[in-house]
């Protein structure tokens, strides 16, 4: 009887520890749970059992833990959960494409440091050089960065 839940807890375990590698990434009570269950079977095998059954359950999770862990890894499975695709685009649209150094435009918001500008017939965030600028107002483009553009009054 004993040796029937000993035998289910080692496997359980085991069944867990695979659970928490391949569908449950990270920390996970999945895995925390799966190593109690290791322990619990391993420690009862010994104290119960005696100690030539807690050297087979010790050794024989063991064996089973890597034998998986090395099946996961030569085989094809985590190529098949991966994702394998390359992103080629850019989740920001390129500014500089849209505007240059020495455009010019008009406020539509109030710009205090940022806000929202006519430039050309592109509505786009800018920001100032400092200070606060006015709605309506002609405004230059004096640097355009990556992810910004710097504005000055006219």
Request: charged share 15%.
């Given at each position: 009887m004993i040796t029937g839940v000993v035998i289910a807890l080692l496997l359980l375990g085991i069944l867990l520890l695979l659970l928490e590698i391949i569908f449950v990434p990270g920390t996970t009570i999945v895995g925390v749970g799966g190593i109690i269950l290791l322990?619990?079977?391993?420690?009862?095998?010994?104290?119960?059992?005696?100690?030539?059954?807690?050297?087979?359950?010790?050794?024989?999770?063991?064996?089973?833990?890597?034998?998986?862990?090395?099946?996961?890894?030569?085989?094809?499975?985590?190529?098949?959960?991966?994702?394998?695709?390359?992103?080629e685009g850019k989740g920001v649209e390129q500014l500089e494409k849209l505007v240059a150094?020495?455009?010019?435009?008009?406020?539509?918001?109030?710009?205090?440091?940022?806000?929202?500008?006519?430039?050309?017939?592109?509505i786009l965030e800018v920001s100032t050089t400092g200070g606060f600028v006015g709605e309506n107002e002609t405004i230059e483009v004096v640097k355009v960065e990556q992810n910004s553009i710097k504005v000055k009054t006219v």
């Open positions: 322990a619990i079977g391993i420690y009862l095998a010994y104290d119960i059992l005696g100690s030539t059954a807690g050297h087979l359950a010790l050794a024989s999770s063991v064996f089973a833990v890597f034998l998986s862990l090395i099946v996961l890894l030569k085989g094809k499975t985590w190529q098949r959960m991966a994702l394998d695709t390359t992103v150094v020495g455009d010019r435009g008009k406020t539509i918001s109030r710009l205090n440091p940022v806000g929202k500008a006519l430039l050309g017939k592109k």
